[in-house]
């Protein structure tokens, strides 16, 4: 079966950087959709960051520029580099997959993700 296991969370202090890292089994290369997403207490997940099967990458607002994903050649490894750490990045940090869908106009990832990490809590201390 599909697992994810993010690693890479921790304490830094403002201004500080973390490198995450979402390891993905149980699926072919290269036939994934990855994402990173964050959770305050009491909130829904929000999407930070994700990758299209055409390599482009989208950030949400709040990361834009400052934080950096990636994957390796499998698309099976994620990384999230975050740097200019602030207090409101303190969360819990999830990454994402979902299998890359045929259409008509070629291959897609979808809006969504059925698969998820354990999360990896980040802490962002001033």
């Known amino acids: 079966q599909v697992q994810l296991v993010e690693s890479g969370g921790g304490s830094v202090q403002t201004g500080g950087t973390l490198r995450l890292s979402c390891a993905a089994s149980?699926?072919?290369?290269?036939?994934?959709?990855m994402g990173w997403f964050r959770q305050y207490p009491g909130e829904e997940r929000e999407a930070i960051a994700r990758?299209?099967?055409?390599?482009?990458?989208s950030y949400s607002e709040a990361v834009k520029g400052r934080f950096t994903i990636s994957q390796d050649s499998t698309k099976k490894t994620a990384f999230l580099q975050m740097n200019s750490l602030k207090p409101e990045d303190t969360a819990m940090y999830y990454c994402?997959?979902?299998?890359?869908?045929?259409?008509?106009?070629?291959?897609?990832?979808?809006?969504?993700?059925?698969?998820w990490g354990q999360g990896t809590k980040v802490t962002v201390s001033s």
């Open positions: 994402a997959a979902d299998p890359i869908a045929a259409t008509p106009w070629g291959p897609r990832c979808r809006s969504h993700f059925d698969y």
């Open positions: 149980g699926y072919p290369d290269n036939s994934y959709c």
């Open positions: 990758i299209f099967v055409n390599g482009s990458i």
